[in-house]
């Protein structure tokens, strides 16, 4: 026997289960040789921080944290302004409340020295304490009968004498002018001298108590003696 020049072929075992049917392609398995690029790197998470948290949790639920912000900004000037009317109001009415409580605070001072405008008259204390006995007149006139002028003349040497006698308390009667058409003229007129040209030795003055002769007669306070 002859020996074959050619060497038989091997042919490639191909399992094609699907090659017999018609109308279907199996493409061929080819091993291109090329190499594998690598997988990629798994994505890092995003973090997200808490206010952009905040505002994606917002937008889901339909609000606008922005819109918020601008409603709290046009709400903020008026409760300033608001403020700012409170504090000028409250500084009005302190500088009222301050003169008036300024006021109220006063002790009642008793000077003897009475200014030109200011009209005698006698402090309760000093009535209350002729009510209770704690005062009592230490002289007395009596004006019935007088003229004006008469009854100015006798009321000033009076006083003028009392106070040199060092006496604090006299009494004028001057009537309730019942028998008067004019009512009590004396006693006005009276009332009008003590709260002028009297005041060189008068303090103060008022109606007597009852018990001193009431809306006919006067109570009258005099100034230490001079030296």
Request: proline share 6%; glycine share 6%.
């Amino acid at each position: 026997m002859s020996k074959r020049s050619k060497k038989q072929k091997t042919k490639d075992f191909q399992n094609s289960p699907f090659k017999a049917l018609k109308g279907v392609a199996v493409a061929a398995e080819k091993d291109s040789g090329a190499p594998k690029s690598d997988p990629l790197p798994p994505k890092e998470p995003v973090v997200e921080d808490d206010s952009a948290a905040f505002e994606r949790e917002m937008a889901l639920l339909g609000v606008d944290p922005r819109e918020q912000d601008e409603r709290q900004r046009e709400v903020e000037p008026v409760a300033d302004d608001f403020a700012d009317d409170k504090s000028e109001k409250k500084v009005e009415l302190t500088d009222d409340e301050l003169f008036l409580e300024s006021l109220g605070s006063m002790d009642s001072v008793f000077r003897d020295e009475i200014p030109e405008t200011e009209e005698v008259a006698a402090t309760p204390r000093r009535m209350r304490q002729l009510r209770q006995g704690k005062l009592a007149p230490e002289a007395k006139l009596d004006l019935h009968g007088l003229t004006r002028q008469e009854a100015r003349e006798k009321v000033r040497f009076f006083l003028e004498d009392a106070t040199f006698q060092g006496l604090k308390t006299v009494l004028i009667i001057t009537g309730r002018g019942k028998s008067s058409s004019d009512g009590p003229v004396l006693r006005q007129f009276m009332e009008r001298y003590l709260s002028s040209d009297a005041r060189a030795w008068v303090v103060e003055w008022g109606r007597a108590p009852a018990r001193y002769g009431g809306e006919g007669a006067l109570v009258v306070f005099l100034k230490g003696r001079r030296n």
